[in-house]
């Protein structure tokens, strides 16, 4: 089993910036993928970016390349999620997930097993 914990929600205006902690406790992550969505109202749960634990190897949706870097601490089991430039249509529910590498496409939700509780970012115009 693997626990997920979120932090670092707001609100903040367009062009701001916020960074997202996803702290991950119980089984070892070393052949895992850890992967942040996100789930505005009304809207699909949607692929943002996911960083392979071992070697980090890193992975963004279109939308928010250039703007969005994911990183992550070995030491402290923690994934971040610095998010730059922020705009209002970034506005959503963040969820951190975790998969092992084996599990299927990282962009599919169903193939994640375990999930964190989310964390709230608006973005005000």
């Known amino acids: 089993q693997v626990q997920l914990v979120e932090s670092g929600g707001g609100l903040v205006q367009a062009g701001g910036s916020l960074r997202l902690s996803c702290a991950a406790s119980g089984r070892t992550l070393s052949n895992a993928r850890v992967t942040w969505f996100r789930q505005a109202p009304g809207k699909e749960r949607e692929f943002v970016t996911a960083i392979n634990w071992s070697g980090g190897s890193t992975y963004y949706a279109d939308s928010v390349k250039g703007r969005f870097t994911i990183s992550r601490d070995n030491t402290k089991k923690t994934v971040y999620l610095e998010m730059n430039s922020l705009k209002p249509e970034d506005t959503a529910v963040y969820y951190c997930?975790?998969?092992?590498?084996?599990?299927?496409?990282?962009?599919?939700?169903?193939?994640?097993?375990?999930w964190g509780q989310g964390t709230q970012v608006t973005v005000s115009s």
């Open positions: 997930a975790a998969q092992p590498l084996y599990s299927g496409s990282k962009y599919v939700v169903a193939n994640y097993d375990y």
